[in-house]
């Protein structure tokens, strides 16, 4: 059953497919807020540092929004093997029993 197959529930798999769903937001709010946390360089005297600190913090923030987009493609990629296992087990156990295709 696909309940034991290495001893991982599908619930399990599910749970921890969800909670990276929420740390994708959470990487994505953190990436808005590292691009948008600096005040604009004109705002400031010698406002160069903060153009530099600027270009950094938008660095910064891009790689973040990339982590979570991956973050988020596993989170949805757990879901799919879950369903695909669950799936075959359920054709699997109709072929046995003799109800389905071969």
Do not use: K
Not at 49 to 61: C, F, L, S
């Amino acid at each position: 059953m696909a309940e034991h197959v290495f001893g991982i529930e599908p619930q399990e798999v599910r749970a921890v497919a969800t909670a990276m769903a929420g740390e994708s937001r959470a990487l994505t709010s953190a990436a808005s807020d590292i691009r948008d946390g600096l005040p604009p360089a004109a705002s400031l005297p010698g406002g160069r540092a903060v153009a530099a600190a600027g270009t950094g913090a938008g660095r910064v923030g891009d790689a973040v929004a990339g982590e979570a987009t991956v973050v988020e493609v596993v989170g949805r990629d757990l879901h799919s093997f879950v369903d695909a296992v669950l799936d075959a087990e359920a054709g699997a156990t109709l072929a046995f029993a003799g109800g389905g295709p071969r």
